[in-house]
């Protein structure tokens, strides 16, 4: 079974503003979001790969099904599994990188999809770092790009969830994105 | 950190991103004014920024793309469309072509369906709805519905729209290829309407529903595509009358579209609801409604809007060619291949779609829209119904008149026969013994489509015995029909245990249903030992069996026994399906409820609200099911005095059940008799009795005055008039409701001497003495026999009996009695609660009788203390224990404090 009572009452507890909750609701939705990842990674096949942002939502709805129809609750939920899902997709990358360059694993043939998962891997944990680095010079737009991009909000409720105007959040996305990639692009 | 740098970097590049290239230029001359350096790091993000596709393009829709000419539409595989590289060619039609398409930026290699708009279709007010509307679909998110992942303008200035990548096949083809059987037809279909209902809610309507539009992917789910789309093609023709495309192109597909699409009109929720039922109609019987194959647009206008399609069951004996433009025949649908396909034969098919299902598929497409189904809800409850055995909505006028006469020449008590024989009737045919899950074998399911028809037959017999036209004069009760089918089982089908044991099963329930536990209990018992011999240890019908049994067994009040055999059920259940599933939620409910009665409330909890989180989930807010395990929460609020929360559970699970089972149901008089018994404890006795009324009326009515509910509900109007302090009406009330249970029940059962203790405490309050010493002696005899002596019920009917000693001038006898009571109750029930105040007051009573006064005060005054709180200064019961202190100062000599207390009475 869920955690669903707990999750709940943790997420009261982020709507009335407890900067404690997001700590305590974490390690909850971590744990609950890996499992699902895990089971999806399983059984990954070429045509069915992981959504992210599907994730979260899926462990949404699992960790917090039916409780609560409160928006509101529902964008801190989605803040706070964005920043799990971040670490659970990057956790992932890394681990496949070290398995491919440890070679311990069984031998298959290295077809085209695998070379892409490689890239993807590659490209992610790129991300993650320049991420790192745009959080040293500018937390609120990584922020914003973590929310948008790992935890799959609409603008309203990064805003929402930020306490930042809709226009801030539109434009911080536009020029983040634009910063990373440029970011990210360099170092290739 | 953040520095002024780097916002100014970022207010520049606000600025100058949208411009065209040239006004950037001059735009970052003036600002950079000569900063190399900044100029540099705005040009090379404004770079990375044009750069697009971006990594992050699938949670940014909105980006515009810059102006190319527009390219043959018919060559378009390797172009990219937004972040996605066009792959293959999925399908094409007049308005826009659909391509299989992926990601280009290789972050997710996700696979795409995009719809890309003809650029020749594009109108400028196309363009505006679809920006509206594109915003409305993304929000629709629900698991039976392809979900919109994307949106935007292609380069040739075309919108498109990026779609879940579905692989599956059309309902029609999944359901013919996998022979899906008529229940599992059902069932699957059941999934669609609830994917329609979700988006109804929402404000939007499909307008478009068809097969190939329903998509079901291996696993069974199936996924409703383009939600949405024709309105965005198509604007409202009633709505904006000038827009071309609208007039020229109209979005239905004639097969499947309402009469009220076809002519134009306003299209509601209701033009959704007409094609689920054409696309039902199809799943069912294998032909279409209507044969339109090659028909100009007003003689299908006429035909689809003058004309009642045939009823299902009359088309499947027909052979039909469906015919290409070219007038080639493409396909012939006979009789054969159409059963074949569903698992049976074309006789034993138009039998199984004659009657309810002919009008649930009649009642979806009718001509007006106001007499359809009100909602894709209602549609899927129907055949949720329909499943389950119980009456449908649709085609009641039908069933009505066919029992016309009868109900007719036997007033109001036999027509509530007629209902509960129609749903017992409907509960034979039902499938409540088949198959529920269709990854069970083929040809278990086709064998239990077998058996479901001759358990139908079965009763076919039978009613031929209680038509009313073939026997006049001699009209036979549910009990009777029952009675008749139990005496045949015996004699009939032993060559057949599976179908022996499945009528036996349903016909068992019926007896419970009617209040009849003792041949419930031999029939339930019967087909349970059949089940388990023929089907082995672990079956969902086992499941089924066990868990009826329990249900049964809670109702004579077997707890011990209902729990283990709901506990066996619910492992069962949990080996057979995965979760969540509503049949494990069913269990767990029904579990939840049963510890609640034993009182284990803690244990109880978790199962309720689990079943409810599952049932919201999988059933929705308005089911059936729903609303018992709601009443059942409520219940358990209700012991944790929590009122006000089980008085809004029990509100809502009433709505719900009335919507659902309409109002004259026996869940919809108990959750009235639940909803009386919390407005009763709040002290709303008008209210509560007027809703106790109305529940009463309706169990009389639909299961006949010999019921242990109709008991229950004239216990509790005797309680509500007891706190009234009209206790000759409270007295009538008890004897009624004793009077039922003795009958159905013996003695021997719990609710007997619960009954009897109620009346004792009545004939105590009006002093007849005489009268209450047997009724609670023997209360008290029979509430030993079931209960150990230290249980607080022991305890309460004890009390009485001392009470009853007290004023009957034997306080001697009674001081120990009423002392081991207190005693008891004391450590079940918190200091405020009113058995103590009672029995407080009973043991100050007796003391104070003995003369021992200084032991009695204390007692006398606590009692009236906290009386006076629960129930305030005019209630009977506070009266009640004014006088015994007025006596009490009388008998001990203190005048001043007995005037005292009596111009307190007085007042």
Redo the contacts between chains.
């Keep these: 079974?869920t955690t669903?009572?707990e999750v709940t009452k943790v997420l009261a507890k982020l709507g009335c503003g407890d900067p404690n909750a997001a700590r305590e609701l974490l390690p909850l939705v971590y744990e609950e979001l890996h499992s699902l990842a895990k089971r999806y990674f399983r059984t990954q096949s070429?045509?069915h790969?992981?959504?992210?942002?599907a994730l979260v939502?899926e462990a949404y709805a699992r960790l917090a099904?039916?409780?609560s129809e409160n928006w509101k609750n529902r964008a801190h939920f989605l803040a706070v599994a964005a920043q799990a899902m971040r670490q659970i997709l990057v956790d992932h990358a890394r681990k496949r990188r070290t398995a491919k360059r440890g070679g311990d694993q069984a031998n298959f043939s290295l077809d085209d999809?695998r070379d892409?998962v490689h890239?993807?891997d590659e490209?992610?944990i790129a991300?993650d770092e320049t991420l790192g680095r745009l959080g040293?010079?500018?937390p609120l737009r990584k922020q914003i790009?973590e929310l948008?991009?790992f935890g799959?909000l609409t603008v309203k409720e990064v805003a929402h969830v930020l306490g930042v105007s809709p226009r801030t959040v539109d434009?911080g996305?536009?020029?983040a994105?634009?910063?990373?990639?440029?970011e990210?692009?360099k170092e290739d | 950190?953040?520095?002024d740098k780097?916002d100014r970097i970022?207010e520049l590049?606000?600025r100058v991103?949208d411009l065209d290239p040239k006004d950037r230029r001059t735009r970052l001359d003036e600002a950079c004014d000569g900063d190399a350096e900044l100029r540099a790091e705005i040009e090379?993000?404004?770079?990375?920024?044009d750069?697009t596709p971006?990594?992050?393009e699938?949670?940014?829709s909105g980006s515009a793309a810059e102006l190319f000419p527009a390219e043959d539409t018919a060559s378009r595989v390797g172009e990219q469309v937004g972040a996605y590289v066009l792959q293959r060619l999925i399908a094409s039609g007049g308005m826009g072509t659909v391509y299989e398409a992926v990601r280009t930026d290789?972050?997710?290699?996700?696979?795409v369906a995009i719809k890309l708009i003809n650029p020749g279709m594009v109108s400028p007010d196309m363009l505006r709805r679809f920006r509206i509307e594109r915003q409305a679909l993304a929000k629709l998110?629900h698991r039976y519905i392809g979900r919109l992942l994307d949106g935007g303008v292609a380069s040739d200035d075309a919108p498109y729209l990026v779609m879940e990548y579905i692989?599956g096949v059309p309902i029609d083809a999944y359901c013919d290829a996998a022979r899906l059987t008529v229940s599992e037809r059902l069932k699957l279909f059941r999934k669609v309407c609830m994917a329609v209902h979700y988006a109804h809610q929402r404000l939007v309507v499909h307008r478009d529903i068809k097969p190939t539009n329903i998509l079901v992917m291996p696993d069974g789910t199936p996924k409703l595509l383009d939600f949405g789309i024709a309105k965005i093609l198509h604007a409202d023709r009633a709505g904006r009358g000038g827009d071309i495309t609208s007039t020229r192109f109209r979005s239905f597909t004639p097969d499947v579209a309402s009469p009220e699409q076809i002519r134009g009109d306003v299209v509601t929720t209701a033009v959704d609801i007409y094609s689920l039922g054409a696309v039902l109609y199809t799943l069912l019987a294998g032909h279409r409604p209507y044969r339109l194959d090659n028909r100009t647009l007003s003689e299908i206008e006429k035909i689809v809007c003058e004309q009642t399609p045939p009823r299902p069951s009359t088309v499947v004996v027909h052979t039909e060619d469906v015919r290409g433009c070219d007038g080639q025949i493409r396909i012939t649908i006979d009789p054969v291949t159409v059963s074949t396909a569903r698992g049976t034969t074309p006789q034993r098919l138009r039998r199984r779609l004659r009657g309810e299902l002919d009008n649930i598929v009649m009642m979806a497409m009718r001509q007006e829209p106001q007499r359809r189904y009100g909602s894709a809800e209602q549609f899927a409850s129907d055949i949720d119904c329909y499943l389950r055995g119980m009456p449908i909505a649709a085609g009641r006028d039908t069933i009505r008149y066919r029992f016309g006469k009868f109900v007719k020449r036997n007033k109001v008590a036999t027509s509530a026969t007629v209902l509960a024989l129609l749903s017992v009737v409907a509960g034979l045919i039902s499938t409540t013994w088949q198959a529920r899950e269709a990854r069970i074998q083929r040809n278990i399911a086709q064998a239990n489509q077998l058996r479901a028809e001759k358990v139908s037959e079965f009763l076919t017999d039978l009613f031929a015995v209680s038509d009313p036209e073939k026997a006049p004069g001699e009209m036979p009760t549910a009990r009777d029909l029952l009675d008749e089918g139990a005496g045949r089982i015996d004699n009939e089908l032993t060559d057949e245990p599976i179908t022996r044991a499945a009528l036996m099963h349903t016909m068992g329930v019926a007896y419970m249903n009617l209040g009849v536990y003792d041949r419930a209990e031999t029939l339930l018992q019967e087909a349970l030992t059949i089940a388990r011999r023929v089907l082995g240890p672990v079956h969902s019908d086992i499941a089924t069996a066990l868990s009826d049994l329990a249900v049964l067994r809670t109702r004579t009040g077997d707890y011990e026994s209902a729990e283990t055999l709901t506990r066996e059920a619910l492992a069962m259940r949990r080996a057979i399906f995965d979760e969540p599933h509503e049949e494990i939620a069913q269990c767990m409910s029904n579990l939840g409820k049963l510890l609640h009665q034993k009182d284990k409330l803690e244990e109880a909890e978790p199962f309720l609200?689990?079943a409810?989180?599952t049932q919201?989930?999988l059933l929705g807010d308005d089911h059936p099911d729903t609303a018992l395990t709601r009443n059942n929460l409520a219940g358990l609020l209700f012991s944790i005095r929590d009122y006000d929360g089980a008085e809004a559970l029990i509100r809502e699970a009433l709505a719900a059940s009335r919507k659902a089972l309409g109002d004259e149901h026996p869940h919809v008089a108990t959750l009235l008799n639940n909803l009386a018994l919390v407005l009763h404890t709040k002290g709303d006795l008008d209210t509560a009795e007027k809703y106790q009324h109305e529940s009463m009326d309706i169990r009389r009515r639909v299961l006949g005055d010999q019921h242990p509910d109709v008991a229950t509900s004239y216990n509790n109007l005797g309680g509500i008039n007891l706190d009234r302090g009209d206790y000759a009406a409270a007295e009538a009330y008890f004897r009624k409701a004793l009077s039922i249970l003795r009958t159905l029940h013996g003695d021997r059962h719990p609710a007997v001497p619960r009954q009897l203790a109620n009346l004792g405490l009545v004939l105590l309050y009006l002093g007849k003495y005489a009268e209450a010493e047997p009724v609670l002696t023997e209360a008290l005899d029979l509430t030993s026999e079931f209960l150990p002596d230290d249980h607080p019920q022991v305890a309460a009917t004890r009390a009485l009996v001392g009470e009853l000693l007290v004023d009957t001038h034997r306080a001697e006898q009674a001081e120990q009695p009423l002392r081991v009571a207190m005693t008891i109750l004391e450590k079940e029930f918190p200091p405020q609660h009113w058995r103590i105040a009672g029995v407080k007051g009973a043991y100050g009573r007796c003391l104070s009788a003995l003369r021992r006064f200084d032991e009695a005060e204390p007692l006398l005054l606590e009692c009236y203390r906290s009386t006076l709180e629960n129930d305030g200064e005019n209630h009977p019961r506070t009266q009640r224990a004014a006088r015994a202190i007025i006596i009490h100062y009388n008998d001990r000599g203190q005048p001043e404090l007995t005037a005292q207390w009596r111009a307190k009475l007085g007042r």
């Design positions: 079974m669903s009572p070429r045509d790969t992981l959504q992210p942002t939502h099904g039916g409780a999809a892409q890239a993807q490209r992610l991300l040293d010079i500018d790009v948008r991009y799959g434009s996305w536009r020029f994105k634009a910063w990373l990639q440029r990210m692009t | 950190m953040h520095s780097w970022r590049f606000e991103c090379s993000l404004i770079h990375a920024h750069d971006s990594f992050f699938n949670a940014d290789g972050e997710y290699e996700k696979t998110d692989d609200r689990g409810l989180r919201q989930k």
